[in-house]
């Protein structure tokens, strides 16, 4: 087991940079989620749908926010995770994900650090969110 992250509240540990996505991306994330939507891989359903190109998933998003939370913190540190999809993803985006130390408490002898989340596209924020995770004492 990882030892647990030192924090503050007000950090905002190192940011990851992901993409440009693609459609392989999305393709194989269709392929291990079952999300075969057709706003996810057909141009020319797309193009009826009022979007002005095809969409990733929120789900792919979110699951790669997931994987750097997992890795900043360790993923047996993280306590709680949730998120809200609030804009969609393109082809050729790159995603941003970061968080900030809101608040650390101590709950049940574990000192808890609460994160806001945000991945980012190239045209704001696509995913919101926060977690919980296990911090060392300070």
């Known amino acids: 087991m990882r030892t647990p992250a030192e924090v503050r509240v007000g950090d905002t540990p190192d ?5 440009p996505v693609t459609q392989t991306d999305i ?23 009022g979007f002005p190109g095809v969409i990733a998933m929120g789900q792919m998003q979110a699951g ?6 997992s890795d900043t913190f360790g993923v047996e540190h993280v306590r ?15 995603l941003t994900l970061g968080g900030t130390v809101v608040s650390i408490d101590e709950t049940d002898g ?8 945000v991945a980012s596209g190239d045209k704001g924020p ?12 300070t």
């Open 15 to 19: 940011v990851r940079v992901v993409g």
């Open 27 to 49: 393709v194989r994330f269709a392929g291990a989620g079952g999300d075969f939507n057709p706003l996810h891989h057909d141009p020319g359903f797309v193009a009826t749908s």
């Open 64 to 69: 790669i926010l997931a994987g750097w939370l």
């Open 80 to 94: 709680s995770f949730g998120v809200r999809f609030v804009a969609p993803v393109f082809i050729g985006d790159t």
């Open 110 to 117: 574990e000192s808890l650090a609460t994160l806001d989340l």
């Open 126 to 137: 696509v995913v919101t969110g926060s977690a919980k995770v296990a911090v060392a004492s």
